[in-house]
């Protein structure tokens, strides 16, 4: 509840600050891209269009079935922006694992990273890794559908923010398949980027979207009790509604709002 004299929290601008890194990302479907002065094109959804109807669940979802104003008084919640919704396949180096990659590479990734997005156009050659990604042995152009699993509570990385997600899962027999085909290529990437550059592997993929980030370990924990609470809220009426994808591509982030797509 809100107190008199209680300024809310809810009615100042949400910033993320700076973490920059480099990630692979589903395409969204759609016109997702728009240009950037930078040179590059950045991630920019459209929530009115059909083909992001689950997106749009979500997001209203966060918004009025869960109350997003009294999460972000309460666990003091920092929504992710629409316009940034997307999957990750699988990240690449970030300001987790630099430290973790090969001496002679790891100067000229710092830089990278702190230049982000200017220094993607003007990355050495051969520093990054391919622009794209698809399963070995597939056409060039897979496709995948999802569907809303459930919510949850994750820390995704042992250094970062726990986040609220709502996971995903395939929708059916085929995207199955297709599912067993990317985590192969997310698989043979990291023992490729191993041997590269040194890169950690990531983590068991957990397919989900971000809906925003708690400040802090307490106040993401405190909040996990409201979880069935939640996800009984926000499942209701989309039991139909899909998340389609065809490719993926190497996207660099200024922070949780900004992504480019390299190309």
Not at 220 to 230: D, F, M, Q, T, V
Request: proline share 10%.
């Amino acid at each position: 509840m809100i107190t008199p004299g209680h300024k809310s929290l809810a009615a100042a601008p949400v910033t993320f600050p700076r973490f920059a890194g480099t990630t692979y990302l589903f395409d969204n479907p759609g016109k997702s891209l728009k240009p950037h002065e930078s040179g590059l094109s950045m991630l920019t959804l459209d929530l009115d269009a059909p083909e992001h109807e689950l997106y749009q669940f979500l997001h209203n979802g966060l918004r009025e079935r869960l109350g997003l104003v009294q999460l972000m008084d309460r666990y003091r919640f920092r929504p992710v922006p629409s316009t940034a919704m997307h999957v990750t396949v699988c990240d690449h180096v970030n300001p987790f694992n630099i430290d973790e990659l090969n001496a002679e590479v790891r100067d000229a990734y710092r830089s990278l990273l702190e230049g982000i997005p200017a220094s993607i156009v003007q990355a050495p050659p051969g520093l990054l890794p391919p622009s794209e990604l698809h399963p070995e042995g597939k056409p060039k152009r897979p496709g995948i559908r999802f569907r809303f699993g459930r919510l949850d509570i994750l820390k995704l990385n042992p250094l970062s923010d726990l986040s609220l997600v709502a996971i995903l899962e395939p929708s059916s027999a085929s995207s199955e398949k297709a599912y067993a085909g990317f985590s192969a290529m997310r698989r043979r990437f990291d023992e490729q980027e191993t041997r590269r550059i040194g890169k950690p592997p990531n983590p068991d993929w957990i397919p989900h979207v971000t809906l925003g980030y708690f400040p802090n370990e307490g106040l993401g924990e405190s909040a996990r009790h409201k979880l069935p609470i939640w996800d009984n809220e926000i499942r209701q009426g989309g039991g139909r509604l899909r998340l389609a994808f065809s490719s993926v591509h190497l996207y660099a982030f200024a922070d949780m709002t900004q992504f480019f797509r390299v190309t």
